[in-house]
């Protein structure tokens, strides 16, 4: 057509593109064919016009609703039309009475809203919009009106919506026709609650669709008489039976076979089931899951379906036994027998006799009539039988024909279940039926399949085309025009190809079925021999076995490779007897018995075959009804909203046959005019004519006659015009408005040209009256200028020194103002100091005076003690006294003078034993000073040793150097030579040399670095051991002052000791008076008596004279300067015990020793009163000793406290030990890096030679690597057997071997092998670097979620036991302390030894350098793996969590959408791997913490970012996804989770202050202290500010609250400040020494090592470890 229009320039036509279909255009030259047209953009194109189409300049911006009224319809005209209604949310358009729905992939809740269904309800068709409404009305109308049944067929590819639009036709039929409300589910609701059930067992995942429904469904909807539904039934056709089991890739065979592999565990037990991947029927295809679709789920609600269907839980176990019936079927292998016939089989293996077997208790067959079945054939001849052995090929044909046959009866069995559950009424006459098919499909890869599904669009395309040119009839007929020569192109030839008998494609491939030896490439000949002139037949140039079949909607190739199995489907009688013998049944009534003679022989039978007749069936259905079409397209691929793609649409539009009914109306007469519309838009060729004719249709003729057009009609209401002459009018319309367009703008020009004129004349005549005014106006305003000026400059002047001072006086009180705020805030600051300093100082002085108050509780209860006991031996003293008489004294006498005796005695042999005391306690003391001098010397060796260490190290770096500028120029020289050797690759050499250089250079630099940190650790050495004397001066200064302290205390004894003597004196005078005054009576009575009370007093002062001498000598001698504290004390006590025994025997002999005769009172008085004078002393002693004991806890503690900074200084001095080995290890390590450098850039000859050069500089390398070391011998030497012990391990170890018991079997294998090689022990060794590159590689993938926490398990695991089984070593046993701190230090020593190995005293071991180093190693492996997998977590959650703020699409707020559910997934995946891998669960808890803090961190400053967040709709949507977080938590149990909740607190504060209820009613208080406790006061106010919702009844809080929380905000704070928002503190990383501390279970499992080890000869020591 468009190569019969002439176009004119100036015209808008449509250009064809390849990438957008059609492009609109304004043509600017046009020669001939060729026509430069210039598109919107601005660019130029060259054109033919075979290519182009006319654009209708009118056309109506909002398109129209059917398309036959377009004045051009053609290609671009369709798609333009359909793009702007599709644009305003317009998804429906008419094509005459054909419905386009093009599917907006989003909701539009007024389409199908209630009142739109009764908006349709009895309208015509065509008053309202166009709709599926207005097409099942029509229907309805129809059904009630002529009483035929309708039939609305809805069609579409994949993803077109036909699903949906087919659900709105059964709810607006149900709306027309529903029950009432009382009688229960609707049949509309049954067919709908059908639809799972049916999608489980019918649909799959194909190219284009993940849920394409493989079978027509065809729904017929009964009515009785008064037009209410009485009755529905579903009739399915053309069940894709052939993919149950051949799958291509990447599609998916049906859904249930996956639900049922994904069933909770008993159910896969029960049907021995495991992942879908082992089966064949499934595992021919890579696609096994769906993205977002959970099989597991899909199972339980298929099951839910299947009980509201009404399939009872006997059923549905029966229909699951036959699904994993046909897995099994699947997995049945088969080979050669090993009869005598050449042909024969059997099962392959184990395996096959395994599935044999289970598919034989499914089906509750036997299992050996089963084999029988597949395996050999009975053919019946004249009266005999014959029992034929099938091969291998043919008995896997038998096995499949059988899968397929069950499942097609199980699925009719279910549809007709689903039938008897709804309900069908057979007294209906009338019914309208919805047909939901798949349409045409056209792949990279068609077979089988897609031939059947085009051959039945190639049916329903003819089906369709004669309805259309049907209607087409009727319109004309209708309008009374001639049509008879009309054109109309049928599809029929390319049904007779396919289906035509004999010579059809399907015949021939049924004549191939039956011959066992054909072939796909036969059959592919056999085709091309006979369709070779065939005009839709052709053969593609680059394959042997394709064909091309050229459809209506285009050519597609077909692959014959599958296209014989698919198409067999033999019914063997042994299947069926087998099935209907069955013990269940179920099975048993999908086979009912065979008639006798299909028992005896095979009769064949092809799905192709089977779904010609299905679809026969289905066409004399639809013939039955008056038809009505729905025509869904996809607008994309991408499956998004809002955009409309124009190649896909037009090829869908191709497929639907909607291009192809626009092509039946272009054959006849496409545009169609009304009369009054036509003369409106056409007056304008001839404006005379609508005044002299007398009616519209006559004013159409001659206008058309003016024109000079030929073979158009004029019908009663419209004007018939063929294609191409609505151009031609229109050319002609154009070029008669471009001439009036010419004739318009020379009037009007002439008259502006006119009318400028006058004007100026007149301008000019008031010009000069203006003029000669404006001279006189402009001095008389110069006057009036000048005036004004000097009174503006006056106020403007004024004003300016107003606004000066005003702003210098509000800048001086804003001063003011801050100055008095900070000097209050100051005071404010300096009053809350004081009152805690106060605080402070109160709890302190309480604190003392509590400890006063104690201790002199505690001296009052010993005092009055002490008071009371000498009171009770007064009275008892009293007592005695009184008692006694006279012959008692005597006697008394006597026994005092033995005592005497005693005492004296006792006396004497104290003094021996005092001066062995003596001589014992100086010898003590000069092995102290021994020990003393022992201690310097040590130490003064230690420090000889550090300086002399120092100084070989220093030595070491020298020669280091030097070894390296010997290296260095060795290099310079090699290169040289290389440079000789080498011209051709100069450039590459001096590359590769100045990376060497760079090389050195940071070598050196490194060597730098080293011996600056050395120097530092020297100089903190030193400083430290200079510290450790201080500490030691102290500590002698400290004893010096606390041995004069008791000296001084001693020298307070000798003196009360002195008085005490004084004092006996004394007393010896008074007694010699007393004798004296005596009277003479008793003289001589007396005398005697006196004289030998006077010289025992004398003997007892004496003694005392001789004891306090021995007191001040042993003061002198017991107590030197290195007298230990605990020695003095026990001394002194003894010593105060035995005065106290002394002085109390004093005190008896001295009332014993008064005779009868004496009774002077004031004698004994005096006596008494001097022996009291003796206690008291007495007790001053025992407060002083107490004083004494005082002084020496205070000592003891100083001393503690003294040890405790030794033990420090002494861990310093251990970690500089280890610095310095670390630093030798890295030294060790640049020179393995320098060697490979080395060979690196020399050749292999030059570093043959520069190896033997360097080989006698450094030390021979041992076995295994170890190297030698003069100091210490390794523990075991590893040899070449040891070596490849030492690869078999790492080979073993890098598999993954998985968990014994909760354990990881890798970690604990390899601890046993280096704690059975002894590796922790050896001095230098490199298995532990081999270990460390080993893991390394292992974490080159670090996406690899599952790999991270394998290896975290294992490191941890391994770090664990090496914390509890190595030991730092120590180098010597110190010596024997002697001095009081020197066995408090070993006392502290011992208890921390004791309790850092209570954990297994008998695997502890003491661990060398390599092996400390390798677990701090381990620890930051550990460290960085938990990091990977915690960024990766983060990583995976930012997105979620971004789009959490963004999806509020949903009506319902509280209800968590799709982010909150793909968060709890992400949550799930990652808690699984962690809890497979068996990770610790205090790092699980860890990782969970930083977690939950970083989403709190991002909800929370997405709330306090963005104001469209802070609403009250947002709160309930965040508040359901943390519900949903808190539910998760309670899942996961505390053991893995911990207290991860609590990290939520900020958003889940800022949650509940957004959906609070009357806001404006909350103070201050309850809004920080009950609502929001833990949020700021910039939090809070940015959430106040920004706090909105549309509706007006939730306002927020009140301005009080908003202003009260602004001044308490910090005056230093900018409005831009972000210091609201919370941050990212979730990047610390962990403390592996948790990993041991939180450990329960701290001893070593026994877990099995791997089976390869354990054969392996070298490592029969594991059995040890089982």
Same mark, same amino acid.
């Given at each position: ?260 592999? #994904? ?14 991947? &082992? ?17 597991? !789920? ?178 004309? &007929? ?66 042997? &076995? ?114 192809? #009914? ?36 006559? #004013? ?113 009180? %804003? ?100 001066? @062995? ?46 070894? $390296? ?15 000789? @050797? ?48 201080? @500490? ?7 004893? !010096? ?45 007396? $005398? ?77 008085? !005096? ?72 060979? @690196? ?69 390899? %601890? ?204 309930? %949507? ?149």
């Amino acid at each position: 057509m468009a190569g019969q229009l002439s176009f004119v320039v100036g015209s808008h036509v449509w250009v064809e593109d390849p990438d957008l279909a059609w492009i609109d255009g304004e043509i600017q030259e046009s020669n001939n064919e060729e026509i430069t047209v210039m598109y919107e953009s601005g660019s130029k194109v060259v054109s033919k016009s075979a290519n182009m189409y006319p654009k209708d300049p009118e056309f109506p911006p909002n398109g129209v609703e059917d398309m036959t009224r377009l004045a051009y319809l053609h290609e671009p005209g369709v798609l333009q039309n359909l793009h702007l209604r599709y644009a305003m949310n317009e998804i429906y358009t008419y094509t005459g009475n054909i419905l386009i729905a093009v599917n907006p992939f989003q909701r539009l809740p007024h389409l199908s809203a209630t009142s739109t269904m009764a908006k349709y309800k009895g309208a015509a068709f065509g008053e309202q919009s166009p709709h599926p409404f207005a097409i099942a009305s029509s229907a309805y109308s129809k059904m009630i009106n002529e009483e035929t049944s309708q039939s609305i067929l809805v069609s579409g590819e994949s993803g077109a919506g036909k699903t949906e639009s087919t659900k709105m036709l059964m709810h607006y039929l149900a709306f027309l026709g529903g029950r009432a409300a009382t009688e229960g589910r609707s049949v509309e609701q049954q067919v709908l609650e059908s639809n799972p059930v049916l999608e489980a067992f019918g649909n799959a995942k194909t190219v284009r669709n993940n849920n394409s429904s493989r079978f027509g469904k065809f729904v017929e909807i009964q009515f009785d008489q008064k037009g209410r539904i009485s009755g529905a039934a579903i009739r399915t056709y053309l069940l894709e039976r052939s993919r149950v089991c051949q799958v291509s890739d990447p599609e998916r065979n049906y859904h249930c076979f996956y639900m049922l592999c #994904a069933a909770p565990q008993e159910d896969v037990d029960k049907y021995k089931l495991g992942s879908p991947r &082992t089966f064949h029927y499934l595992n021919q295809s890579n696609c096994i899951e769906l993205d977002g679709l959970d099989d597991s !789920k899909e199972y339980l609600a298929t099951k839910r379906a299947m009980e509201v269907v009404g399939i009872n839980s006997d059923e549905q176990d029966a229909i699951f036994r036959i699904v994993a019936a046909v897995l099994h079927l699947g997995n049945i292998e088969f080979v050669k027998g090993e009869e005598d016939e050449t042909d024969s089989s059997k099962p392959k293996d184990e395996k096959s006799h395994f599935h044999l077997k289970i598919a034989a208790e499914l089906l509750m067959c036997d299992e050996q009539s089963l084999e029988d079945s597949f395996c050999k054939r009975v053919m019946v001849t004249r009266g005999d039988t014959i029992t034929k052995s099938l091969d291998p090929n043919a008995a896997t044909l038998s096995r499949d024909a059988l899968a397929k046959i069950v499942y097609s009866r199980l699925f009719d069995w279910i549809v007709d279940k689903t039938n008897n559950s709804i309900g069908q009424d057979p007294d209906s006459n009338n019914l309208i039926g919805v047909l939901d098919i798949y349409g045409f499909e056209s792949f990279k890869t068609n077979s089988f399949e897609q031939f059947c599904i085009n051959l039945t669009n190639e049916k329903l395309q003819q089906h369709f085309n004669q309805h259309v040119f049907k209607m087409e009839q009727e319109e004309y &007929t209708k309008e009374e025009i001639d049509w008879s020569y009309i054109e109309f192109v049928d599809n029929q030839d390319v049904l007779d190809l396919i289906e035509k008998k004999p010579g059809g494609i399907i015949a021939l491939l049924d004549e191939a079925c039956m011959f066992p030896r054909s072939t796909h490439e036969t059959f592919a000949e056999k085709l091309y021999q006979t369709f070779k002139d065939n005009k839709r037949f052709s053969k593609p140039k680059l394959s042997r &076995t394709d064909f091309t079949i050229n459809h209506y909607a285009g050519d597609v190739t077909y692959q014959t490779d599958f296209f014989l199995d698919k198409n067999k489907d033999y019914v063997v009688p042994e299947h069926a007897a087998l099935l209907s013998a069955s013990k269940c049944s179920f099975v048993s009534g999908l086979f009912p018995p065979l008639p006798e003679e299909t028992t005896k022989s095979t009769k064949f039978s092809s799905i192709a075959a089977q779904f010609k007749l299905q679809l026969q069936s289905l066409l004399e259905t639809l013939n039955a009804t008056e038809p009505h079409y729905i025509r869904c397209v996809k607008p994309n691929n991408l499956l998004k909203p809002g955009i409309f793609e124009n190649n896909n649409v037009l090829q869908q539009l191709r497929c639907g046959g909607v291009m192809e #009914a626009i092509r039946i109306s272009c054959a006849g007469y496409p545009t169609r005019k009304n009369f009054d519309e036509f003369v409106q838009r056409f007056t304008i060729l001839e404006p005379k004519i609508l005044k002299a004719c007398p009616d519209e249709m006559t #004013a159409c003729k001659r206008l058309l006659d003016r024109a000079n057009l030929k073979d158009y009609q004029i019908g009663k209401t419209k004007v018939f015009l063929r294609a191409g002459q609505m151009a031609e009018l229109d050319a002609c319309r154009a070029e008669v408005l471009g001439r009036s367009a010419n004739i318009i703008q020379r009037k009007i020009r002439t008259f502006i040209c006119r009318k400028h004129y006058i004007l100026l004349q007149l301008s000019a005549i008031e010009l000069q009256r203006v003029a000669r005014g404006h001279l006189a106006q402009h001095q008389y305003e110069c006057m009036r200028r000048e005036a004004a000026s000097l009174k503006i400059q006056k106020d403007f002047r004024m004003h300016m020194s107003r606004n000066a001072y005003k702003t210098i006086y509000a800048s001086a009180v %804003y001063i003011q103002t801050g100055m008095r705020g900070m000097a209050a805030r100051n005071d404010l600051r300096f009053r809350k100091r004081t009152q805690a300093s106060i605080v402070i100082q109160d709890h302190y002085r309480g604190y003392s005076a509590r400890i006063y108050f104690q201790r002199l509780k505690k001296s009052a209860i010993a005092a009055q003690c002490s008071w009371r006991r000498t009171l009770a031996r007064r009275e008892l003293r009293k007592l005695k006294m009184a008692a006694k008489e006279s012959k008692a004294l005597e006697a008394a006498k006597n026994n005092l003078e033995m005592q005497v005796k005693e005492l004296t005695s006792c006396l004497e042999t104290e003094k021996r034993m005092r001066t @062995q005391e003596n001589k014992k306690l100086q010898h003590a003391l000069q092995e102290m000073q021994l020990q003393l001098q022992e201690i310097e010397e040590a130490k003064k060796q230690e420090n000889e040793k550090l300086k002399h260490a120092l100084q070989e190290k220093e030595l070491q770096f020298q020669e280091i150097e030097e070894a $390296n500028k010997q290296e260095n120029e060795k290099l310079q020289h090699a290169l040289q030579e290389k440079e000789l @050797q080498f011209q051709e690759i100069e450039e590459a050499n001096k590359q590769e040399n100045e990376k060497l250089q760079h090389a050195l250079q940071e070598m050196e630099r490194q060597f730098q670095e080293i011996e600056e940190a050395k120097k530092q650790e020297n100089e903190k050495l030193k400083h430290a051991l200079q510290e450790k004397e201080l @500490q030691f001066q102290e500590i002698e200064e400290a004893k !010096k002052q606390e041995n004069e302290k008791l000296q001084l205390a001693l020298q307070e004894m000798e003196l009360q000791f002195q008085e005490t003597k004084a004092a006996l004196i004394q007393e010896r005078e008074a007694a010699k008076k007393v004798d004296e005054q005596t009277p003479t009576t008793q003289e001589n009575s007396v $005398n005697v008596v006196d004289s030998e009370l006077i010289n025992k007093l004398t003997t007892e002062n004496e003694q005392l004279k001789e004891l306090v001498n021995s007191l001040e000598k042993k003061s002198i001698q017991e107590f030197p300067v290195n007298v230990t504290d605990n020695e003095l004390i026990n001394k002194l006590s003894s010593e105060n015990e035995h005065l106290k025994e002394l002085i109390n025997s004093l005190e008896k002999k001295t009332i014993q020793e008064f005779p009868v005769n004496v009774t002077d009172n004031e004698v004994s008085s !005096k006596l008494i009163t001097e022996n009291e004078h003796l206690k008291d002393q007495v007790n001053s002693l025992e407060r002083k000793i107490d004083e004494a004991e005082r002084k020496y806890e205070e000592s003891n503690r100083v001393s503690d406290e003294r040890m405790n900074q030794i033990i420090e200084t002494e861990s310093k001095m251990i970690e500089i030990k280890t610095n310095v080995q670390r630093l030798e290890e890295k030294l060790s390590d640049m020179e393995t890096e320098n060697q490979v450098l080395r060979q @690196q850039a020399l050749l292999s000859s030059s570093s043959r030679r520069m190896s033997g050069k360097l080989a006698p500089a450094t030390t021979p390398p041992l076995e295994n690597g170890h190297q030698a070391s003069q100091g210490s011998v390794p523990a075991k030497t590893f040899g070449a057997e040891d070596k490849e012990s030492v690869d078999a391990l790492f080979k073993c170890v890098t598999k993954d071997l998985g968990f014994s018991e909760g354990k990881p079997v890798a970690a604990f294998t390899l %601890y046993n092998c280096l704690l059975h090689w002894k590796s922790f022990e050896a001095e230098k060794t490199s298995i532990f670097d081999h270990l460390i590159q080993l893991i390394g590689s292992e974490l080159e993938d670090p996406d690899n979620n599952a790999c991270m926490a394998y290896w975290l398990s294992n490191t941890s695991s391994l770090f664990f036991h090496l914390q509890q089984c190595l030991r730092v070593p120590t180098t010597r046993k110190p010596p024997t302390p002697t001095s009081f701190f020197g066995r408090m230090t070993q006392g502290f020593r011992s208890s921390n030894s004791l309790s850092s190995n209570a954990f297994d005293v008998e695997h502890q071991v003491d661990a060398k350098y390599p092996a400390l180093l390798f677990k701090q190693q381990l620890a930051a492996y550990v460290e960085k793996i938990y990091g990977i997998i915690r960024e990766s977590f983060k990583k995976d959650l930012s997105p979620l969590l971004s789009s959490c703020s963004k999806d509020k699409t949903s009506n319902d707020n509280s209800q968590p959408s799709g982010s909150w559910i793909s968060i709890i997934q992400c949550l799930n995946r990652y808690l699984k791997i962690l809890k497979e891998n068996y990770v610790p669960p205090v790092l699980v808890q860890k990782l969970f913490n930083q977690i939950f803090q970083y989403i709190n961190m991002e909800l929370f400053n997405s709330l306090l970012l963005h104001r469209e967040c802070c609403t009250s709709k947002n709160g309930e %949507y965040i508040k359901s996804g943390l519900a949903e977080l808190e539910l998760w938590c309670t899942e996961a149990t505390e053991e893995y989770v911990g207290s991860s909740l609590d990290e939520l607190k900020h958003t889940k504060q800022a949650v509940r202050f957004l959906v609070a209820l009357q806001k404006d009613e909350l103070s201050y208080d309850d809004l920080t202290n009950d609502l929001c406790p833990v949020l700021s006061s910039q939090q809070l106010y940015r959430i106040c500010i920004l706090y909105s919702d549309d509706d007006d009844n939730k306002q927020s809080v009140s301005t009080d609250v908003t202003t009260r929380l602004k001044l308490l905000m910090t005056d230093d704070a900018d409005e831009d400040d972000k210091s609201f928002l919370l941050e990212d503190n979730t990047s610390h990383p962990i403390i592996v020494e948790e990993i041991s501390t939180s450990a329960l279970d701290k001893t070593i499992p026994k877990i099995k090592p791997p089976a390869e080890l354990l054969e392996n000869a070298n490592f029969q020591f594991l059995h040890d470890y089982c």
